[in-house]
T-cell receptor, first 115, second 114 residues
Framework: GQQLNQSPQSMFIQEGEDVSMNCTSS?????WLWYKQEPGEGPVLLIA?????ELTSNGRLTAQFGITRKDSFLNISASIPSDVGIYFC???????????????FGQGTILTVHP | NAGVTQTPKFQVLKTGQSMTLQCAQD?????MYWYRQDPGMGLRLIYY???????DKGEVPNGYNVSRLNKREFSLRLESAAPSQTSVYFC?????????????FGPGTRLTVT
């Protein structure tokens, strides 16, 4: 099946630092998504990317859809303690048929922010 | 609007026992999904239902069955639980599978099989 490699696996940073994480795929995706999961909760969508080369911001978060359509990155600027959580990338393609609407998730990046 | 709800929140089973995980959404969504989350593995799709009356296998369906009871409810059944099924299970829903921006997740069910 499709594989998504997300890195780094974990990050320990000081409040105020910038954060960068990325995902690479062996397959082409038509959509890239970034989710955040807080302890005891389900993932919540942060940013959705629909076109190769697209750069989208949501507050202090910025994500880009790679030109090759096989990668994406997420940056968080000026981190704060509430940024703590697990960040997941997810990819989707329109192969049609039974893959319609299904997402492939990365392994997650665990972010810890020290005050 | 409760969104996506899951019951129970926690469950401990012995090997060989059966149980059903319940999921309901009140957003009038057409498609519903069951995922499992294991450390270092991300979320993996078990089964999904593109619309009421249809279900299809995902990436890791073995050992599970599902029922799309109606538009609101999508249940996941473990007929004979195994320790390998210890995981956190998430239900998700979306109104249009082409518009993944609207895929909402429930809070999860933490299952331990001893």
């Amino acid at each position: 099946g499709q594989q998504l490699n997300q890195s780094p696996q974990s990050m320990f940073i000081q409040e105020g630092e910038d954060v960068s994480m990325n995902c690479t795929s062996s397959s082409i995706f038509n959509t890239w998504l970034w989710y955040k999961q807080e302890p005891g909760e389900g993932p919540v969508l942060l940013i959705a990317l629909y076109k190769a080369g697209e750069l989208t911001s949501n507050g202090r978060l910025t994500a880009q859809f790679g030109i090759t359509r096989k990668d994406s990155f997420l940056n968080i600027s000026a981190s704060i303690p509430s940024d703590v959580g697990i960040y997941f990338c997810a990819g989707k393609n329109y192969a049609g048929g039974t893959s319609y609407g299904k997402l492939t998730f990365g392994q997650g990046t665990i972010l810890t922010v020290h005050p | 609007n409760a969104g996506v709800t899951q019951t129970p929140k926690f469950q401990v089973l012995k090997t060989g026992q059966s149980m059903t995980l319940q999921c309901a959404q009140d957003m009038n969504h057409n498609s519903m999904y069951w995922y499992r989350q294991d450390p270092g593995m991300g979320l993996r799709l078990i089964y999904y239902s593109a619309s009421e009356g249809t279900t299809d296998k995902g990436e890791v369906p073995n050992g599970y069955n599902v029922s799309r009871l109606n538009k609101r409810e999508f249940s996941l059944r473990l007929e004979s639980a195994a320790p390998s099924q210890t995981s956190v299970y998430f239900c998700a829903s979306t109104t249009d599978p082409r518009n993944v921006r609207e895929q909402y997740f429930g809070p999860g069910t933490r299952l331990t099989v001893t």
